[in-house]
């Protein structure tokens, strides 16, 4: 017996030919007279010959199969015959996701496809899942993935239990194999109660001095510097260095020294600390970062912030939204991000693991819930669309300038008196994770001391593009230099 893409609602079962006495057939697939043996359906009487049953080695053998699938750059929408995921051409497919064709086997898979596992072990489940092309009707299951609760389709790819009856998607499957005897990234983080926190600690990131702990502020202002570890504003109780400008939140002085992240499965990654003061963009949200970093040592070109090393990619609870968001989410294809509106093709997206049309960009699901404005004595939190209480005055308090009522803001809780409403952009500036003003040396850039800026008027040119913009800078302090270059230009590294 036999399973064959050709025919999926039932088994195909070897039998001599003719069949019980009946008139010689055809073959189903080629058109040719069945004259030995061929493989017959019981249910609908339809027979293929054992020549073309044989072609299909992509099902029937997929641990040995040896068959040539070419890219195929077909613009219709299709479905994966091995995962069962639909996708639209009208939207953007890159690499793996582009479609594949087997001229024997006359199936179309993702390139990333044509090597799924053929065997699996979940978490979730006591037996092995074999991958499977379809589920017969003749086998009585309930067609429901035993990890996301969706409706499975029984003609396309799944894994499914030869001992039980459970049936998970293949891309259910594959996000949560990778899983297996792994603790979760974020679970390294101690939580300590403050009578319990040393006083001084010694910390990897700043080896030149002891780190203090500061239970209490006296100053009646608020503290306006920002954390080292996270690029986030500072608040008590937190670690300082009395002899420098450097803070550490205490969560952030705890941050495990490695992880295994689901962004980046083939190697763990390694806390590292800032290179001398040198910015790096993180490969999730793609911001410009100074601060406390996961990376990849083994290829040395993944690195991401640890505000995004400690989103779950696999499942991200956001307030603005009730069900949770997932960046490997195959059930829409909305590239959209609800925040702010824009497309970002270098930002990752957290999108809804249910049927909404809800997307986040990285940089908007991590930005920081309050932001204290200068005129107003309460902090603004940052509100989404259906908080908007502004009696349709939609502008921002800082540029002056329109809102879009379906985009977030940050918004005065006490709108009677004090209405205040401020676009995150305008709150934050563009580089909300670097630290404007701090200094780095760059002798292969320039002989003197370079500092951070960027600027609003007055602009220098690059020294490398000749450009005169307000991009993030590094410039000379030096009376009578003018040198000044772009980060992009001088630091963009993979």
Not at 45 to 68: T, V, Y
Not at 114 to 139: A, G, M
Not at 164 to 170: E, K, L, Q, W
Not at 267 to 275: M, S, Y
């Amino acid at each position: 017996m036999i399973k064959h893409p050709s025919h999926r609602k039932h088994p195909l079962i070897l039998r001599p030919s003719p069949i019980n006495g009946s008139s010689p057939s055809y073959c189903g697939m080629c058109g040719l007279d069945l004259l030995s043996f061929v493989y017959n359906c019981y249910d609908c009487n339809s027979d293929i010959d054992i020549g073309c049953a044989k072609l299909a080695r992509c099902f029937i053998q997929p641990e040995s199969h040896k068959h040539h699938f070419t890219k195929w750059s077909m613009s219709d929408p299709f479905t994966c015959f091995f995962c069962g995921t639909y996708s639209d051409r009208s939207g953007l497919l890159l690499g793996n996701w582009l479609p594949s064709i087997c001229t024997n086997c006359q199936v179309v898979v993702h390139t990333k496809c044509i090597s799924l596992p053929f065997t699996v072990h979940l978490p979730q489940h006591d037996h092995p899942l074999i991958h499977t092309y379809c589920i017969p009707e003749s086998q009585s299951i309930a067609l429901i993935c035993g990890i996301c609760d969706r409706e499975v389709n029984r003609e396309f790819g799944c894994y499914s239990c030869q001992n039980c009856p459970c049936i998970v998607h293949a891309n259910c499957a594959l996000n949560n194999v990778e899983e297996v005897g792994q603790k979760f990234w974020a679970e390294g983080i101690e939580t300590i109660e403050d009578e319990l926190l040393e006083q001084e600690i010694e910390h990897f990131s700043h080896p030149r001095h002891k780190l203090f702990l500061v239970q209490n502020h006296d100053d009646a202002h608020e503290i306006e510097t920002k954390c080292d570890g996270c690029m986030s504003l500072i608040s008590c109780p937190f670690y300082k260095c009395l002899e420098c400008d450097f803070s550490l939140h205490i969560s952030c002085s705890k941050l495990p020294k490695q992880i295994n992240h689901p962004l980046h499965k083939k190697h763990p990654l390694t806390l590292v600390p800032n290179d001398d003061n040198f910015v790096f963009h993180c490969w999730a949200c793609w911001n410009w970062c100074h601060g406390l970093s996961y990376r990849c040592l083994t290829c040395n070109y993944f690195r991401i912030d640890v505000r995004c090393a400690l989103v779950n990619p696999l499942e991200f609870y956001h307030d603005s939204h009730e069900h949770p968001l997932s960046i490997y989410t195959e059930s829409n294809n909305c590239a959209q991000c609800i925040s702010c509106g824009k497309h970002r093709w270098t930002c990752l997206f957290l999108q809804c693991k249910e049927e909404c049309p809800f997307a986040l960009d990285y940089r908007c699901a991590t930005l920081p819930r309050t932001f204290k404005y200068e005129y107003d004595e309460h902090p603004l939190v940052l509100s989404y669309q259906q908080n908007d209480d502004s009696n349709g005055y939609l502008y921002c308090d800082i540029c002056d300038q329109n809102r879009d009522p379906n985009h977030w803001f940050y918004g005065c809780p006490n709108y009677t008196e004090c209405p205040n409403y401020v676009h995150p952009k305008c709150a934050h500036g563009n580089y909300l994770y670097v630290k404007l003003g701090t200094s780095i040396k760059a002798p292969n850039l320039h002989e003197h001391e370079l500092f951070f800026i960027s600027r609003e008027q007055d602009f220098l040119p690059c020294y490398l593009c000749s450009k005169k913009d307000q991009e993030l800078s590094v410039e000379c302090h030096m009376e009578d230099c003018n040198f000044s270059v772009h980060c992009d230009c001088a630091f963009l590294k993979p």
